[in-house]
């Protein structure tokens, strides 16, 4: 509580009561914790890539590039944690962008089954280097009310997750449905899973089931938070199913585009 205390005076200036008013700042101070938590956060991701390019540079430099296996080796460290660097930076600027109250969203009729089609077309070379079988489960024509530009964001955020956590061979399917008020876009992978006591905090900004794995795969740990905000904006509903070295389903809702 914050506590402030003024008298209350009488006609003579002398003191008769006094008046106290206790304010409850508990979702201030729970706000302005989230905001500590966030840029400590923030800056942990980016020092550690940029403690890397300088420690791996200046190896380098100390001698280390006279032996061409090493420098190799080194150049494509520093290559990868520059590109972690680029993403993150990337990623925040676009969740930053999005949290904003007076965030536009370019409402128009959306052909899901053509963004499907052009993001699983993106993304089959990640997915073919994995060995994984990207599958674009055909459905009816499906057509959403939104953003075509964000949904496209929401799919390849989704689907480049469900490559990253499944192992090789294994399956990464897309489906449409379309329901009497919704269309639905459904994600399933044959990955890792992810444990149902995660569930709660798994669209948190920079959490991790695995920070380590996440790391290595190139991972900024923003990408479901983005995906939150998205469907959000789009008044849209997200589920998710997983069993634990299994797979995981992502479900997500969209207002149906109606006939003009
Ligand atoms: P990251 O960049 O770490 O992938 P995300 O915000 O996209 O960050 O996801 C948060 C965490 O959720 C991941 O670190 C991972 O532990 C878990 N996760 C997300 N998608 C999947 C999936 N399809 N299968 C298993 N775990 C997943």
């Not at 430099?61 to 032996?67: F, I, Q, T």
């Not at 680029?86 to 963004?115: A, P």
Request: net charge negative; hydrophobic share 40%.
């Amino acid at each position: 509580f914050d506590v402030s205390c003024a008298p209350i005076l009488d006609n003579d200036n002398h003191a008769s009561g006094i008046v106290v008013v206790f304010h409850d700042i508990t979702e201030l101070k729970k706000l302005e914790n989230m905001r500590k938590d966030f840029v400590a956060n923030v800056s942990h991701e980016l020092k550690t890539p940029i403690t890397s390019v300088i420690g791996f540079t200046e190896t380098l430099l100390d001698g280390a590039k006279e032996n061409k296996t090493l420098e190799e080796q080194f150049l494509h460290i520093i290559l990868k944690e520059s590109k972690r660097l680029q993403s993150l930076i990337s990623d925040l600027l676009d969740l930053s962008k999005i949290e904003k109250d007076h965030f536009v969203i370019n409402w128009q009729k959306v052909n899901l089954n053509l963004i499907v089609e052009d993001v699983i077309l993106i993304l089959s070379d990640k997915a073919f280097q994995k060995d994984i079988i990207l599958i674009n489960h055909k459905s009816d024509p499906c057509f959403a009310w939104g953003d075509p530009y964000r949904i496209r964001q929401i799919m390849i955020n989704l689907i480049t997750n469900a490559i990253a956590y499944t192992p090789s061979k294994g399956k990464v399917t897309v489906s449409l449905e379309n329901d009497e008020h919704d269309v639905k876009l459904i994600i399933s992978d044959t990955g890792i899973g992810i444990d149902k006591k995660h569930f709660p905090r798994i669209f948190e900004r920079f959490y991790r089931v695995d920070k380590a794995r996440s790391r290595d795969l190139g991972g900024t740990g923003l990408g479901l938070a983005i995906v939150k905000h998205l469907v959000e904006v789009h008044e849209g509903h997200i589920e998710i199913d997983s069993e634990l070295g299994q797979g995981t389903t992502f479900t997500i809702s969209f207002k149906k585009a109606q006939d003009e």
